[in-house]
């Protein structure tokens, strides 16, 4: 009898052990949750990563509750004032529309609204060679250079360096470059140049030959540069020479030694003196 007591308080207390671990388990599986009264505004946020340019549409715009104490300064509360404006830089999902990445109303969307005030966009002819190979993409940085001749003589065509560091806005319709930053073989590349550039690069175009030299965009260096005519570039007289540190030096040019001077004879005739030079056979 006390061993069927015993076997009963052990099942009992198996029971109850069993019981309180499994409500401990699903306890911290579940637990309960507290509700906090934080105070929410609504703001607009982007549905989908949208590109340079784009003109916002309804499905791009998401309201969201955002904690009303960190609402981004500037943040749209409805999707109404968005519709139909255009992006003058990209946006990414989840990413709260603001003032300095839309255009004005009025300005509509594509390229117009992504010029700054005070610059024009401007479209060049360009093959493989003039738009180095297709790297010429939206958003890097070229020098222009022009190969004129002024005066139809062959000693007067004249390249030339005419602008520097000038941002390209598209590549044939593309504003915006790929993620993997592929080569586009285009046909015209828009630039993005001052009034007095853009004079400067119609004339380029019309009246030579340009090029494209693409630069490193951290690069803001612009030094002045003569130009070069075709007699200097192979009649200078000094040959380059690369050492091995990769600086260009010039060393003179080999110079032709002088021929030695002929054998003569002095011959006096009376009072006068000459000199004749010794045949050689």
Request: charged content about 20%; hydrophobic content about 45%.
């Given at each position: 009898?006390?061993?069927?007591?015993?076997?009963?308080?052990?099942?009992?207390?198996?029971?109850?052990?069993?019981?309180?671990?499994?409500?401990?388990?699903?306890?911290m599986?579940?637990p309960?949750?507290?509700t906090?009264?934080?105070p929410?505004?609504?703001?607009?946020?982007?549905?989908?990563?949208?590109?340079?340019?784009?003109?916002?549409?309804?499905?791009?715009?998401?309201?969201?509750?955002?904690?009303?104490?960190?609402?981004?300064?500037?943040?749209?509360?409805?999707?109404?004032?968005?519709?139909?404006?255009?992006l003058?830089?990209?946006?990414?999902?989840?990413?709260?529309?603001?003032?300095?990445?839309?255009?004005?109303k009025e300005?509509?969307?594509?390229?117009?609204?992504?010029?700054?005030?005070?610059?024009?966009?401007?479209?060049?002819?360009?093959?493989?060679?003039?738009?180095?190979?297709?790297?010429?993409?939206?958003?890097?940085?070229?020098?222009?250079?022009v190969?004129?001749?002024?005066?139809?003589?062959?000693?007067?065509?004249?390249?030339?360096?005419?602008?520097?560091?000038?941002?390209?806005?598209?590549?044939?319709?593309?504003?915006?470059?790929?993620?993997?930053?592929?080569?586009?073989?285009?046909?015209?590349?828009?630039?993005?140049?001052?009034?007095?550039?853009?004079?400067?690069?119609?004339?380029?175009?019309?009246?030579?030959?340009i090029?494209l030299?693409l630069?490193?965009?951290?690069?803001?260096t612009?030094?002045?540069t003569?130009?070069?005519?075709?007699?200097?570039?192979?009649?200078?007289?000094?040959?380059p020479?690369?050492?091995?540190?990769?600086?260009?030096?010039?060393?003179?040019?080999?110079?032709?030694?002088?021929?030695?001077?002929?054998?003569?004879?002095?011959?006096?005739?009376?009072?006068?003196?000459?000199?004749?030079v010794?045949?050689?056979?």
């Open positions: 009898m006390a061993r069927m007591r015993v076997f009963v308080v052990l099942a009992l207390a198996i029971a109850a052990g069993g019981t309180f671990a499994f409500g401990t388990y699903k306890y599986q579940n309960p949750t507290r906090v009264g934080v929410t505004s609504t703001v607009v946020v982007a549905a989908a990563d949208l590109q340079l340019g784009a003109e916002l549409r309804r499905e791009d715009l998401k309201p969201i509750q955002w904690p009303a104490g960190a609402v981004p300064a500037g943040s749209f509360g409805k999707p109404e004032d968005l519709i139909g404006r255009g003058i830089q990209p946006v990414t999902m989840n990413e709260p529309f603001l003032p300095a990445k839309l255009a004005s300005a509509g969307a594509g390229l117009p609204p992504v010029i700054p005030p005070g610059y024009r966009a401007l479209s060049v002819r360009v093959n493989d060679v003039v738009g180095v190979a297709g790297y010429v993409l939206p958003g890097t940085h070229v020098d222009v250079l190969t004129i001749n002024p005066t139809n003589q062959p000693t007067d065509v004249t390249s030339k360096l005419v602008l520097t560091n000038v941002l390209v806005l598209a590549s044939g319709t593309k504003i915006e470059q790929s993620e993997n930053n592929k080569p586009i073989q285009v046909t015209v590349v828009t630039l993005m140049v001052a009034p007095d550039e853009a004079e400067k690069l119609t004339l380029a175009s019309t009246e030579g030959k090029l030299a630069r490193n965009p951290l690069d803001k612009a030094p002045p003569p130009g070069i005519k075709p007699a200097p570039l192979v009649g200078s007289g000094m040959a020479v690369r050492v091995a540190s990769g600086r260009v030096v010039s060393r003179p040019a080999p110079v032709a030694p002088a021929p030695a001077p002929a054998p003569t004879v002095e011959i006096i005739r009376g009072d006068k003196r000459s000199q004749e010794v045949a050689q056979e």
